[in-house]
């Protein structure tokens, strides 16, 4: 009797599964985009989808981590390509701000060359200095095989230098008109009043011999005298009037000047060619 009451029992659920599918697709089917399947479908997939995001935040920075040390050789060769390239950029940078700046002091060489109506000069360039308690000079990159001899003033673009005092075939010593031994006869341009500058190594110039009487105005310019069968032509800017003082028992006046040249940052220079 148990043989055969379980085939008829397992006939039995098959018939009713079959039956209840058949009425889950009829409902669903009647049902259409607002049935109860439709609904239970819609819920798991939010389920689902919640959790595909979840473990897509988990796994997207351990795969970026994974990536970035795949890349980070290539990262360190572009950043050395970069910095080689800035490197090189402020190399360059330096090397046209240092034109420019030689461009600037030949121009203003060929403007006093000019003003001054000079017909024999050479272009040097300063290549080393002798700064001591005794003597301040600098040494310049041409010599007697280029026309330079003892005593011809030196110039810059901005004012008087000092004269040559050693001329060897390709370079000479230029004794710095601040050099204490130096003594240049000056005019004082508004007035026309003169008297004899002196170096005083690192204080400012001094101008003594000057008439007591003499109307010295601030900031005065000071130029050469250009005495016939003196070193220097007339009309090179010395330097500028900075203090003026009579010192006791002295019967002229004394005046102190700012030099017109910056000695600290010579580097081009116009010799006078002379006789």
């Known amino acids: ?93 330096r090397q046209v701000t240092t034109l420019q700046r030689q461009v600037l002091e030949y121009e203003k060489l060929l403007k006093i060359e000019r003003r001054l109506s000079l017909r024999k000069t050479v272009t040097a360039n300063v290549v080393g200095a002798s700064v001591g308690n005794f003597e301040w ?30 001329a060897a075939p390709h370079v000479s010593v230029v004794q710095l008109i601040i050099d204490p031994d130096s003594a240049v006869a000056g005019r004082l341009s508004s007035s026309g009043e003169t008297g004899l500058v002196i170096g005083q190594r690192n204080h400012p110039l001094t101008m003594d011999l000057v008439n007591p009487d003499a109307n010295v105005a601030p900031s005065e310019q000071v130029v050469t005298a250009g005495y016939q069968g003196g070193l220097y032509p007339p009309d090179i800017a010395i330097g500028l009037v900075s203090h003026i003082y009579t010192r006791p028992g002295s019967l002229t006046k004394t005046i102190e000047l700012t030099p017109a040249v910056d000695f600290s940052a010579l580097e081009v220079v116009l010799v006078i060619l002379r006789s």
Request: charged residues 20%; aromatic residues 4%; without cysteine.
């Open 1 to 93: 009797m148990a043989l055969y009451s379980r085939p008829r029992t397992t006939r039995l659920l098959v018939v009713s599964l079959v039956m209840l599918s058949l009425l889950t697709i009829t409902v669903d089917y009647r049902g259409g985009q607002a049935g109860p399947l439709e609904t239970m479908g819609k819920g798991a997939l939010s389920v689902v989808g919640a959790l595909q995001g979840a473990v897509s935040r988990v796994a997207q920075p351990i795969g970026s981590f994974f990536s970035g040390l795949a890349h980070v050789g290539s990262l360190r060769s572009e950043n050395d390509r970069l910095k080689a390239e800035l490197r090189q950029a402020q190399v360059h940078q």
């Open 137 to 166: 000079t600098v040494n310049i990159d041409k010599g007697s095989a280029d026309g330079v001899k003892r005593d011809m003033p030196v110039i810059s673009g901005d004012g008087l230098v000092g004269h040559v005092v050693t």
